[in-house]
Antibody, heavy 119, light 110 residues
Framework: EVQLVESGGDLVEPGGSLRLSCAAS????????MYWVRQAPGKGLGWVSS????????FYADSAKGRFTISRDNAKNSLYLQMNSLRAEDTAVYYC????????????WGKGTTVTVSS | QFALTQPASVSGSPGQSITISCTGT?????????VSWYQQHPGKAPKVMIY???NRPSGVSDRFSGSKSANTASLTISGLQAEDEADYYC??????????FGGGTKLTVL
C-alpha cells in the first residue's frame, strides 16, 4: 500500500525550531518529487515547499523562504522539513504529498502532523 | 490570502449539478493545463479528484468533471450525493515552478 506518514509536530514557542519527517512506503520514493503543504486551523491549503526526486530542484513559498529547509534521504525513504524562527502564523497541520508521476498534481497525501506555535 | 479565487460556498440538492469556479492569472491557471481539484472531508487529508484540468484519477466517480477557459478553471459535480459534501480546493502549478491553491469552497448537499 502506498503510504506517507508524517511525524514531528509539536507545541513550540515563537522563535523556536522543529523538524518534520515524512516516511514513505509502498512506492519507489527516489523516483518522485515531493511537497509539503500546510493548513492553518479552519483555513485553506497552502503550498510550503517542493523538492525534486534527486534534490536538484527545490522551491519555497515566500512565507517559508529563509526559515524553512526541505530535504530528503532517498536511502531512508524519508522527506524532511526543518522549520526555524517559527511564528504564530506557522501554526497548522503539515501534510507531505507526492507529485504524481508524469503530471502535475498531488496524488498521495499523508494524514498530517500538527504544529502549534504559541507561548 | 490565496492566489486563486473560489466561491466560499455552494449548495445543491441530491441529484442536481453544481459548478465551482477557480480564477487565477496568466501565470498560474492560464499558464499551463496543470490545474487540479482536491476534495477534503472534515479531519481528513485532501484527495485529488481532477488533475491536468479535466482528467479523473482511477477510482474517482465520472460524476466529477473539470474544464478551463483562459484564467478560470471549473469543477462540475453532477448527480449530487450526500457523500459529496466536503470542502473543495483548486490548485495550480505556476510559471515560477511553485504551487498555488484557492481558498476552498464548502459544498453543502441540501
Amino acid at each position: 500500500e502506498v503510504q506517507l506518514v508524517e511525524s514531528g509536530g509539536d507545541l513550540v514557542e515563537p522563535g523556536g525550531s522543529l523538524r518534520l519527517s515524512c516516511a514513505a512506503s509502498g512506492f519507489t520514493f527516489s523516483s518522485y518529487s515531493m511537497y509539503w503543504v500546510r493548513q492553518a486551523p479552519g483555513k485553506g491549503l497552502g503550498w510550503v515547499s517542493s523538492i525534486s526526486s534527486s534534490s536538484s530542484y527545490i522551491f519555497y513559498a515566500d512565507s517559508a523562504k529563509g526559515r524553512f529547509t526541505i530535504s530528503r534521504d532517498n536511502a531512508k525513504n524519508s522527506l524532511y522539513l526543518q522549520m526555524n524562527s517559527l511564528r504564530a502564523e506557522d501554526t497548522a497541520v503539515y501534510y507531505c504529498a507526492r507529485k504524481a508521476y508524469g503530471n502535475y498534481n498531488m496524488d498521495v497525501w499523508g494524514k498530517g502532523t500538527t504544529v502549534t506555535v504559541s507561548s | 490570502q490565496f492566489a486563486l479565487t473560489q466561491p466560499a460556498s455552494v449548495s445543491g440538492s441530491p441529484g442536481q449539478s453544481i459548478t465551482i469556479s477557480c480564477t487565477g492569472t496568466s501565470s498560474d491557471v492560464g499558464a499551463y493545463n496543470y490545474v487540479s481539484w482536491y476534495q477534503q472531508h472534515p479531519g481528513k487529508a485532501p484527495k485529488v479528484m481532477i488533475y491536468d484540468v479535466s482528467n479523473r484519477p482511477s477510482g474517482v466517480s465520472d460524476r466529477f468533471s473539470g474544464s478551463k477557459s483562459a484564467n478560470t478553471a471549473s469543477l462540475t459535480i453532477s448527480g449530487l450525493q450526500a457523500e459529496d459534501e466536503a470542502d473543495y480546493y483548486c490548485g495550480s502549478y505556476t510559471s515560477s515552478s511553485t504551487w498555488v491553491f484557492g481558498g476552498g469552497t464548502k459544498l453543502t448537499v441540501l
